[in-house]
């Protein structure tokens, strides 16, 4: 009878697992190819999908995506099951169970978390179909320090973070200058500095990346613009500064610059001006991992300084 009532839980679960596939894989890939396999601490887990090259922006970065079929299984004691199922989560082919991450994760002050603090490692719920007492039915729960073997398909969330930096489009700054280009500044009068703030030039900025069932959503801002005034000095502002208004006369800018010479000796008669903005972006997976990624944005300006008395020449 007891044969009888875990076989039927087996067949149970192997067709909710089977009912649950998803039907098609997808990647968004950045360089063609497949986006999602299954490494060797999958068991015997074959997952294959395919991707379509990426569009490329103008220099600062592009959006991408494509899908392709796909077909996943893993097996445990000579028994196969899909890799990932809707319900359960993602295959251990080492433990034969399912593991997914608990959204939102347990309170601080639950046993699950063996003596951990929230962020040290993550609690995953657990279906065990084959292991009798634990899985079905109401299943388990367990803490990792790490994702469990085979969670995510050994998808390269690192690889998913950087596609999803790419969709956002970051730019460098949109320049602001006072005086604007094709006017002169004076020779002691601060010149002012701005970002026209956007979403691509300074932030904040979101975009995601996807394969198969794991998803990495990253957020982006600009932390500082270090801008090369061309008369070898620099400034940086770890603002995005302000535009200049008339009433504002001759105040001190929150970010500017203030020139000792003219650029009359310069190529062109004026000085170049490179802005450099340093975008932060972190990002997390579906899988519970984070990650952080520093960029690097340009924009390029110029201005003509003069003395006083050129001013009305």
């Given amino acids: 009878m007891l044969r009888v009532r875990v076989a039927a839980a087996i067949a149970a679960v192997v067709a909710l697992t089977v009912c649950f596939l998803p039907s098609r894989a997808t990647a968004d890939g950045g360089g063609g190819g497949g986006g999602v396999s299954c490494g060797p601490l999958a068991g015997n887990c074959s997952v294959s999908a395919s991707s379509s090259p990426s569009p490329v922006g103008g220099g600062s970065g592009g959006s991408g995506g494509g899908s392709g079929g796909g077909s996943a299984s893993c097996s445990f004691h000579g028994q196969s099951f899909p890799c990932y199922n809707q319900l359960f989560g993602w295959f251990d082919g080492q433990d034969g169970c399912y593991y997914k991450l608990m959204s939102p994760q ?20 657990a279906e065990c179909p084959l292991i009798s007492g634990k899985g079905l039915p109401g299943g388990n729960a ?37 005086p604007p280009p094709g ?6 009068l601060p010149v002012w500095l701005w970002d026209n703030v956007s979403a691509t030039t300074w932030g904040p900025n979101s975009a995601s990346a996807s394969a198969g069932a794991v998803t990495v959503t990253a957020t982006g801002s600009v932390t ?25 006369g ?12 003219t650029s009359a000796a310069m190529p062109d008669g004026q000085y170049a001006i490179n802005a450099t903005a340093t975008w932060v972006v972190n990002w997390q997976a579906t899988t519970g991992q984070t990650g952080q990624i520093t960029v690097t944005r340009q924009s390029a300006s110029s201005v003509v300084i003069g003395e006083l008395r050129d001013l009305n020449n």
């Fill in 183 to 188: 006017s002169k500044g004076v020779v002691g």
């Fill in 224 to 248: 500082q613009i270090v801008w090369d005034m061309g008369d070898g000095q620099s400034v940086t502002c770890t603002g995005p500064g302000e535009a200049y208004q008339a009433s504002f």
């Fill in 142 to 178: 367990q803490w990792f320090q790490n994702p469990p073997p085979g969670f995510g398909g050994a998808v390269n969330v690192q690889a998913l973070a950087q596609q999803a930096v790419s969709k956002m489009g970051l730019l460098g700054p949109a320049i602001g200058i006072a």
């Fill in 250 to 261: 001759s105040a001190q800018p929150p970010c500017g610059h203030t020139y000792t010479q």
């Fill in 106 to 125: 347990p309170d601080a002050s639950s046993a699950l978390w063996q003596g951990h603090k929230p962020g040290d490692g993550a609690i995953y719920a």
